[in-house]
Nanobody, 117 residues
């Protein structure tokens, strides 16, 4: 069973920065994507950014140019550097692991990010 543990998040003023980190308790050798999703109150969970184990990245349009996702395959970690934060970035952020061809998608417990105006 893969477990994802997140850290980071918190309260920041608009224009500020935060860094989220997530570590998996197992090494996944198969092709996979690690990423971050977010869910604001009353909204559906949405993709923020994801990165494949070959380094290929994908970002939501709303965060392009402000957020950067990175991963360390040796350490089983994925980080999300968030800059120029806006109040609309406020949400619970979830770490995600999707193994290609595998039916189970893994989620972290979520971490709150609040951006004040």
């Amino acid at each position: 069973q893969v477990q994802l543990v997140e850290s980071g998040g918190g309260l920041v003023q608009a224009g500020g920065s935060l860094r989220l980190s997530c570590v998996a308790n197992k090494t996944i050798l198969s092709t996979n994507f690690m990423g971050w999703y977010r869910q604001a109150p009353g909204e559906q969970r949405e993709l923020v950014a994801e990165i494949a184990n070959d380094g290929t990245t994908n970002y939501a349009d709303s965060v392009k140019g402000r957020f950067t996702i990175s991963r360390d395959n040796a350490k089983n970690t994925v980080d999300l550097e968030m800059n120029s934060l806006k109040p609309e970035d406020t949400a619970v952020y979830y770490c995600n692991l999707d193994i290609v061809g595998y039916p189970t998608v893994y989620w972290g417990q979520g971490t709150q990010v609040t951006v004040s105006s």
